[in-house]
């Protein structure tokens, strides 16, 4: 479904009269308070002489982190109330060929929702959400649900991209449904489920990214789609991990709710400044990864936070979150989990007098409404990129002794966290891992090493330096695009992992002028050779077979061109035909992935290699089928940048 922009007309007219015009009333030279207003909202100037529309521009505009915010004020930002004021704010920036970014919940480490001297489209004001039982009346074509889920959600949640995780946790914690949400509960709905999500719940529910339905995105043109499974499935594929303010700007979510109640119990273990038991500590840290590989049931959550106290006291807090029917139950799971945990760190050298359970029964909705260390409004903070890493590489690396010997020599006057996300469970294991952009989904933690200080105090070098003394002595090269660091080398692999190049390629299709672009945004392809242009189509068509995309798969085709599937078998001809071929096909299966086993062989307009596809049929859940076949494509030139299938052909069972 695509929403053509209806451009106003007078939008284009004043701000050519704006430019062009002496304006003896002006704020500023450039005419820009000339600009008439957007449908439903308000534009601002970071010039504003009232003092009511300075600090209305300065919320506009607020970052988590001043020290990013500060270096990068635009000059308009447009107060977004509703999809017109988007689109308004798209226009405006193209009119007048200014940068453009998105700015949501405020919470970019690295500040890349503002953009200095251009225009920001603020979208707190589009806030608004319902929550929607999935009913044998609900349809998908009303609600777009054509989707795979990690868990048996039994509602979800329409949201607008401007809400924030508070405000769901507020509006919903009486619902009898939980979610896949921030930790951090002032972060936006939008950022974090496009750069993945990790939850406290995620080993249980998956990732943020793996709930989301659908989306509803404006497009650099003005125009508005829907993404989903079934509709625009390469850039749902892309919205699923693939970082924000990339592609679009997402205007709401269809994002699965799951029924139940979520407790947590948190398990501490601390070591004082003047601790003879610093062994044991370091034990807690180097330990409590393996826990999770080797012991840790899938139904639970274990998030971990490090922290140093006034006092110089370290501690290790793991929080063990459940979900059941009653909040009696989950109590229950999570706290016999709490005491395997302090099993297992007894049985490794942490002394059982440094073990207590800080916080009992504590149901998910009330932990996120309590004290949040990482959060750091109206102070300077500097975040290391989230790196992701397996258990045995925290072993190697010796991260605990390093943590052990750090923090306690943080710049004076700062404030220190490390926080663990927790992998496995549902995050290694979703079905929605084939229609995802997420590339880490196997390493069991990912940390961050965040450092935050007074804004009137100099320091920025030493605080970020000892920030990076700490993570350039555990780290293996992957990286959270949520945790987004500018200072990070090599960002494209490190974030995105083998995706970039498929990202690249979406990026090309969707947004072809990068309209959307900072310093670390998805870049669109290079300048390429013919076989670099026939890769990037294969590229793209193998991601439709695993995606079960019909419409994409057969759009990749000529109008006239030809399938022999298999080898043997009468040509299918004709783009349409095609498709519904490819559509019969993927309506058979529950299940499709394909793997490349060969060489990619590019010869002129040739291309063929081989590969095995495993599948699951509807008729058949439980028998697993995995067949080899080689794969050859015609193209028919290489004048465009995506050529154009003439000819594909599949033989099976090839050795």
């Known amino acids: 479904a695509v929403e053509p922009f209806l451009g106003n007309m007078l939008v284009v007219v004043s701000l050519v009269v704006a430019l062009s015009n002496n ?110 039982p999935l009913t044998k009346t609900t349809t998908k074509n009303k609600h777009h649900f054509d989707f795979v889920l990690p868990g048996n959600p039994k509602a979800i949640i329409n949201v607008e991209a401007g809400a924030t995780w508070e405000m ?94 979520a407790v947590s ?32 049931p899938d139904n639970i ?99 605990s002794a390093s943590i052990t010997s750090l923090f306690p020599k943080a710049p004076e006057g700062s404030k220190v966290v490390l926080n663990f996300h927790d992998g496995g469970g549902t995050i290694a294991n979703s079905p929605a891992a084939n229609f995802s952009a997420f590339p880490f989904r196997n390493l069991l933690i990912v940390y961050q090493v965040k450092i935050y200080w007074d804004t009137g105090l100099p320091g920025n070098t030493d605080n970020m330096e000892w920030a990076h003394s700490l993570q350039s002595e555990m780290y293996p090269g992957r990286s959270y695009v949520n945790y987004i660091d500018s200072e990070l080398i090599g960002w494209q692999k490190a974030y995105y992992g083998n995706n970039y190049k498929t990202l690249q390629n979406i990026k090309k299709l969707y947004d072809p002028d990068n309209i959307f672009s900072f310093k670390q945004s998805i870049e669109l392809p290079a300048t390429q050779s013919c076989r670099d242009k026939i890769l990037n189509v294969i590229d793209l068509f193998q991601n439709c077979q695993v995606q079960r995309d019909a419409v994409g798969a057969a759009s990749h085709f000529t109008q006239t061109g030809i399938t022999r599937i298999p080898a043997n078998a009468d040509p299918t001809a004709g783009r349409q035909m095609i498709q519904n071929s490819f559509q ?10 394909e793997t490349i086993v060969s060489d990619i062989v590019v010869n002129g307009l040739v291309a063929a290699f081989s590969k095995t596809i495993t599948t699951v049929t509807k008729d058949a859940p439980n028998q697993r089928k995995t067949e080899a076949v080689t794969n050859w494509f015609y193209f028919e030139s290489c004048a465009e940048d995506l050529p154009l299938i003439s000819e594909f052909v599949a033989l099976f069972n090839a050795e």
């Not at 948190?266 to 080797?294: I, M, N, R």
């Not at 019969?584 to 992935?593: A, E, K, M, P, V």
Request: proline share 3%; charged share 15%.
């Open 23 to 132: 304006h003896e009333n002006d704020n500023d030279s450039n005419g820009l308070v000339a600009l008439p207003q957007p449908p439903c909202g308000e534009i601002l100037f970071a010039n504003e002489t009232d003092i009511v529309k300075q600090h209305a521009f300065y919320n506009a505009t607020k970052e988590d982190n001043d020290r990013v915010r500060v270096a990068r004020v635009p000059s308009i930002a447009v107060v977004a109330r509703c999809n017109s004021d988007v689109t308004f704010a798209l226009n405006v920036a193209a009119t007048l060929q200014l940068p453009f970014a998105v700015h949501g919940g405020g919470h970019s480490n690295a500040g890349y929702s503002l953009v200095p001297n251009g225009v920001v489209v603020d979208m707190s004001g589009m806030n608004k959400s319902s929550l929607i």
């Open 265 to 296: 119990n948190t398990v501490s273990v601390a070591l004082s400044a003047a601790s003879v038991q610093q062994d044991g500590f370091e034990s807690a840290l180097k330990v409590y990864p393996k826990w999770l590989e080797l012991q840790a």
């Open 301 to 399: 959550g274990a998030p971990g936070l490090v922290t140093i106290n006034e006092d110089g006291v370290l501690a290790l807090n793991v929080s063990i979150f459940a979900i059941a029917e009653t909040e009696l139950e989950a109590s229950s799971i999570s706290f016999r989990t709490s005491q395997s945990l302090i099993s297992y760190y007894i049985a490794n050298n942490v002394p059982k007098e440094q073990i207590t359970i800080i916080k009992s029964n504590v149901t998910f909705y009330d932990f996120e409404g309590g004290d949040h260390v990482t959060s750091a409004p109206g102070r300077y903070g500097y975040m290391t990129s989230g790196t992701f890493m397996t258990s045995e590489e925290w072993f190697a690396v010796n991260g």
């Open 168 to 261: 769901l946790y507020a509006r919903y914690r009486d619902s009898g449904y939980v979610m896949a949400g921030g930790g951090c509960p002032t972060v936006g709905v939008s950022g974090y489920t496009l750069g993945g999500g990790f939850s406290y719940l995620s080993r249980i529910i998956g990732l943020g990214s793996d709930n989301l339905i659908s989306a509803r995105v404006a497009l650099a043109n003005g125009t508005i789609v829907t993404v989903s499974q079934s509709e625009n499935s390469d850039l749902y594929y892309a919205l699923r991990g693939g970082g924000g303010g990339n592609f679009g700007v997402v205007l709401e979510f269809n994002i699965s709710v799951y029924k139940g109640v």
């Open 584 to 593: 019969s096909y993927y309506d058979t299966l529950s299940f499709i992935n």
